[in-house]
């Protein structure tokens, strides 16, 4: 696959998620409708998040009909191309749902089996419509906000400024804590933002310098995993095979010293 695709996709996902973005500052600006909740009674999805979804899929469907999708509001489909697309239509919903303006809607390509640790990301877009904010890569064509190119902090002498996510279900919350805890000692402060792909989006700017959450879904780190790794930095999942697997992500050095911190080891 040539890098020209790469582009194509990279450019296909910005023009769609800057319409999925204006439908959801739409939808926020007019009220957000409870629709459902996920695993917990915290979790919760918005009658926005399935429609944005939707105007994604449609989009995506007339551009590249055989391409795949994964999506995390609506069934998935196998695609004949080799491509699947994997969308979270708003990363950070309770953020959305309570005016936070903190969430973005996330839109990757890649190319691989269901199981994430197969895919070759291909192209990735992170959009946060409320703070006016569009991240993109395409693979080997670099990480870039705009037109200006993203790379990952080096060097962190006042310490490493952290991010991280509590799952949603009360009974992860202490070990959660305690991950923060071990961590503690190589970080200059930590940041909650309450949205995955956003975190992983201000890695690759160099605004965080690392960030580590347990259980995420694919959707959620599918894109900014993408633009960490093309701004220079690194991106590892480990504890794969659990309900709760890990995402370390970070410059080289910060992301090996949260390595050591948390204890994590290859699968």
Known sequence: MSGEIEVELAELAQEIAREAGALAQRRRREGVTLAATKTTLADIVTEADREVEALIRTRLDAARPGDGFLGEESEAAQGETGITWVVDPIDGTVNYATGIPAYNVSIAAVRGTADPA???????????????????????????????????????????????????????HDGDIETVRRVMPIARDLRRMGAAALNLAYVAAGRLDGYFERGLKPWDFAAGALLVREAGGEVSRFDVD????????????????????IGAKDE
Do not use: C, K, M, N
Not at 243 to 257: E, K, N, Q, T, W
């Open 118 to 172: 197969s895919w070759e990301h291909l192209a990735g877009v992170v959009f946060a419509p409320a703070l006016s904010e569009l991240f993109s890569a395409a693979r080997g064509h670099g990480a870039w906000l705009g037109d200006q190119r993203l790379a990952v902090t080096d060097e962190t002498p006042a310490g490493a400024l952290l991010a991280t996510g509590f799952g949603y279900d009360p009974a992860t």
């Open 242 to 261: 659990t309900a709760r697997p890990l995402i370390v992500a970070g410059g080289s050095a910060v992301h090996a010293r949260l390595i050591e911190r």
